[in-house]
């Protein structure tokens, strides 16, 4: 089992930047993907990063692409999403999630992933 805790959400003005984290415990492993997701109120979850097991790989949705980057610390078994230049429509609940499987490419639907962080809230105001 392993368990995700996302940080780093809160309240910033638009143009503004955020730093998520995403720390996994439990049996963890390195070689896990990754992936950020992102939920608004009234709409369904959507894809925002991720990272495949080996880290050769990392996609973005064409949203948020020039503005978010994902990166990974296999040491603290952590992964990042820096938000840059960020709009009122990106507020949401940000999810981290996991995959045990091993791909070439970026999943990026929400049913294939393992695990989920619990989700932190990002609001950014105009």
């Known amino acids: 089992q392993v368990q995700l805790v996302e940080s780093g959400g809160g309240l910033v003005q638009a143009g503004g930047s955020l730093r998520l984290s995403c720390a996994a415990s439990?049996?963890?492993?390195?070689?896990?993907?990754m992936g950020w997701f992102r939920q608004a109120p009234g709409k369904e979850r959507e894809f925002v990063s991720g990272?495949?097991?080996?880290?050769?790989?990392?996609d973005y949705a064409e949203s948020v692409w020039g503005r978010f980057t994902l990166s990974r610390d296999n040491a603290k078994n952590t992964v990042y999403l820096q938000m840059n230049n960020l709009k009122p429509e990106d507020t949401a609940v940000y999810y981290c999630?996991?995959?045990?499987?091993?791909?070439?490419?970026?999943?990026?639907?929400?049913?294939?992933?393992?695990?989920w962080g619990q989700g932190t809230q990002v609001t950014v105001s105009s």
């Open positions: 999630a996991a995959d045990r499987r091993i791909t070439l490419y970026v999943v990026k639907h929400d049913y294939e992933y393992d695990y």
């Open positions: 439990g049996r963890t492993s390195s070689t896990y993907a």
């Open positions: 990272i495949n097991w080996s880290g050769g790989s990392i």
